[in-house]
Structures are given as structure tokens and as C-alpha cells.
T-cell receptor, first 115, second 117 residues
């Protein structure tokens, strides 16, 4: 069975600090997909990234970056120079190949960025 | 780009009534859709997989007679919460892949917040 662990329940930082959200996953499949979503208070899920298991390159998108380490089964997310608008719940999720993107979500990390 | 739309976004109903939530893929056909439920301050839990033209597949612990899922067309899946009770109050959200495999994309609806009084 697959599992996603986000050990950090809540993180609070001051604006402009860098913050890393941890995600550790478990799966028996060799082909799988990892996702990060942002969920603001309104509830909708905002897609941030999808990474397939064959692509271990780290990715940077503006202030966001992701570190995918298959050796440790981790897919961590870093926000550089955090802003108040980054405050939200962030979910890491896993989908096994052939599942049509049926996702298993982690419990989420509530990030609060204070001015 | 592809969009998945849910309706209604918010619904309040009395205990014992039934509520229908729609999930539509607006510009692509979705043979499969997924329904998730999210209780306050918790994660999203998969309830069921909706399959066009066939019965839905429910996750363990989800009552199929209480949460009726119908996927009668390639662009519409509906979730009906029958005889709703206050403990059914939750955020329900659907997702739909544009296709299978590595080239497909996944889209989520905006979610529907159900409050049962």
C-alpha cells in the first residue's frame, strides 16, 4: 500500500524567511507520480508540481523549488523569501502508475507566514 | 486549459434530506473521476472512483448506499449524499484525469462545502 507522510503539521515563519516542507512517501511501484498542492482557506486545490519517478531532477519555479530524492523516498518543497500570500495548507500526494492519477494525500502542512 | 467544475460550491441542508453534487469536465472527456472528502483541518480522503457507464468503486469504509455516484456521461459525475446527517458535513472535491498514462493531466474541481443542520 502507498503512504505519504508530512511530519510537519504546522510551520510558522516570518516573511522573507525560507521554509522547507517535508514529504516522505512509500510505494512498491517503480513508476509513480508525486504532486504538491496548495490549499488556501477558500478550499480549492492549487496545483504546484507533478514529478514522475523517472525524473529526479530538482525543479525551480520562481520562489518555489523541489528536491526529489529517490534514495530517501522524499520530495521536499522549499519556498524562498516567503510571503504572507504563501500562507496555506500544502499537500504532498502520490499516485501509482496505471491508477489514472488516483491520489493518496499526506496529512498536509499548515504554513503561516507572518508579516 | 482543461477545467473541472463542481456545483454547488456551498450547500446547506436539513438533516434527513438528500443533496446532489455535480462534477463536470468542461472541455475534455473523463471516463474516470474521483471523489474525495475532507473534514475540517484534515487531509483529503478518497471516497470512490467514478467510472463512466459502470458502477463506482468505493473505498473501504465508505457506504455506497449513502453516497450514490452516477457517471452517466463522459463529462459528468454526480455524488448524492442520501439522508444527510450532521456528520456528513464536509468538503467534497472531485478530480478528473484527461487521459491515462504519463501524458495525462489531472484537474480538480473547486470543491463543494456541505453543511447539514
Amino acid at each position: 500500500a502507498q503512504k505519504v507522510t508530512q511530519a510537519q503539521t504546522e510551520i510558522s515563519v516570518v516573511e522573507k524567511e525560507d521554509v522547507t516542507l517535508d514529504c516522505v512517501y512509500e510505494t512498491r511501484d517503480t513508476t509513480y507520480y508525486l504532486f504538491w498542492y496548495k490549499q488556501p482557506p477558500s478550499g480549492e486545490l492549487v496545483f504546484l508540481i507533478r514529478r514522475n519517478s523517472f525524473d529526479e531532477q530538482n525543479e525551480i519555479s520562481g520562489r518555489y523549488s523541489w528536491n526529489f530524492q529517490k534514495s530517501t523516498s522524499s520530495f521536499n518543497f522549499t519556498i524562498t523569501a516567503s510571503q504572507v500570500v504563501d500562507s496555506a495548507v500544502y499537500f504532498c500526494a502520490l499516485s501509482e502508475a496505471g491508477s489514472n492519477y488516483k491520489l493518496t494525500f499526506g496529512k498536509g502542512t499548515l504554513l503561516t507566514v507572518n508579516p | 486549459g482543461a477545467v473541472v467544475s463542481q456545483h454547488p460550491s456551498r450547500v446547506i441542508c436539513k438533516s434527513g434530506t438528500s443533496v446532489k453534487i455535480e462534477c463536470r469536465s468542461l472541455d475534455f472527456q473523463a471516463t474516470t473521476m474521483f471523489w474525495y472528502r475532507q473534514f475540517p483541518k484534515q487531509s483529503l480522503m478518497l471516497m470512490a472512483t467514478s467510472n463512466e457507464g459502470s458502477k463506482a468503486t468505493y473505498e473501504q469504509g465508505v457506504e455506497k448506499d449513502k453516497f450514490l455516484i452516477n457517471h452517466a456521461s463522459l463529462t459528468l459525475s454526480t455524488l448524492t449524499v442520501t439522508s444527510a446527517h450532521p456528520e456528513d458535513s464536509s468538503f467534497y472535491i472531485c478530480s478528473a484525469p484527461t487521459s491515462g498514462g504519463i501524458t495525462g493531466e489531472l484537474f480538480f474541481g473547486e470543491g463543494s462545502r456541505l453543511t447539514v443542520l
